[in-house]
């Protein structure tokens, strides 16, 4: 299993930034995937959810109506799509798969929401 994020970056309060996922290395439009995230001097956090098809997603009270997860199982990336950012969004975030019993995470992605 291999999880690469990318999209990640500074952008300044009430900005957007699209993160990507590309998956590879088990049959992803099989299993649910998760974004979480990880700020300085804090525990990870669930992030959001979406389904293996898609159908249904979940989100941390602290960004829901503001992000928004999607995928291509075409593919094999699933998206993160944040909106009106702010400071407390700042984290490196990770791409999550539940595979063969294990957690599988990616490298990571630092976003960074500063003026």
């Known amino acids: 299993v291999q999880l690469v994020e990318s999209g990640g970056g500074l952008v300044q309060p009430g900005g957007s930034l699209r993160l990507s996922c590309e998956a590879s290395g088990f049959i992803f439009s099989s299993y649910a995937m998760s974004w979480f995230r990880q700020a300085p001097g804090k525990e990870r956090e669930l992030v959001a959810t979406i389904t293996s098809a898609g159908g249904s997603t979940n989100f941390a009270d602290s960004v829901k109506d503001r992000f928004t997860i999607s995928r291509d199982n075409a593919k094999n990336t699933v998206y993160l799509q944040m909106n009106s950012l702010k400071s407390e969004d700042t984290a490196v975030y990770y791409c999550?798969?539940?595979?063969?019993?294990?957690?599988?995470w990616g490298q990571g992605t630092q976003v960074t929401v500063s003026s």
């Open positions: 999550h798969a539940y595979v063969s019993r294990k957690n599988w």
